[in-house]
């Protein structure tokens, strides 16, 4: 096991406390020193918890430094080097694991219940701690050991304004899509109302040209004896003299116009054929030739007797 490991075990030990010998209380001052220039050391993100319970906040880069361009962009980060989370050192439930990086170590905190912050070791040693927990200074030899919270603030406000923007552009599409539905709604709408103005226009169009058609109709030509009704025995015969017939002032041109009649023929039933011979004929009450017709059919009645 390595020296990094050993202090890792170290730290997750519960030990008693003990007389301070002058070296432990050097060491102390020396971490009381340390603490108190990271107070004025500028640190870009935030996330250490003290004993207390309270996140400790970090001033921010100078002005003076931020004038400085280096020609590459700083990364802002929430890790903080030199510092590690105690008392206790791992989360209950939680074993140390080994990664890759910080980072790393930090993604694995964000997937477990109850982590609140993470410390990662030079050796790779990745340790999830909980809100009891607080953060402590470690040992020089150890001091490029990483520690920070669950979630960077910065990628909380970058995740924000990713789910704001988003939004606002959801609303924008669903406004432009209800005003685009609204606008052809009313296209359509007066596209049937023109197509009925114009239906509406053409069956005018078609009734005036019907009447008028009808207005102007031809009359019948008079009759070969002319209009008059007396002029047409057979208007005469039916008691139609006064005025004209053949057209009247209707335009109507009466039957009698056109002579009279045509007499019907008798028919003539053989001597034997009557239907009134026959029972069965005289029960369908047909009369007439029968047995057989004038067209010489033999009924069926014929052969009931």
Known sequence: MNRDSELEELLETERPQRKWSVSSRALVVVGIVGLAALAFFPFSGKGLRSKSGAFLAFDEVDAEDDDVDDGDEEVTTCFVQGMYYAEPVKLPGTERTVEMSAELCQQRCQVVDGCMHFTFWPDGGCLLTGDESYVKAAPYKYS????????????????????????????????????????????????????IQQAQSAWGSAADATESVAKEVVPPAPGINGTSCSKYPACVAVGISDGDCCPNADAVKLGCCEGFPKAVEEVKIAAGSECSKYPGCVALNITGGCCPTNDGLMLGCCDQI
């Not at 979630?151 to 304004?161: L, M, N, S």
């Open 144 to 195: 490029e050991t990483m520690s920070g919270p669950k979630f960077c603030q910065d990628a909380i406000d970058a995740a924000k304004e990713a789910i704001s923007t988003a939004g606002s552009a959801a609303s924008s599409g669903i406004q432009q899509a209800s005003d685009s539905a609204s606008s052809g709604l009313q296209q359509a709408a007066d596209t049937v109302t023109s197509g």
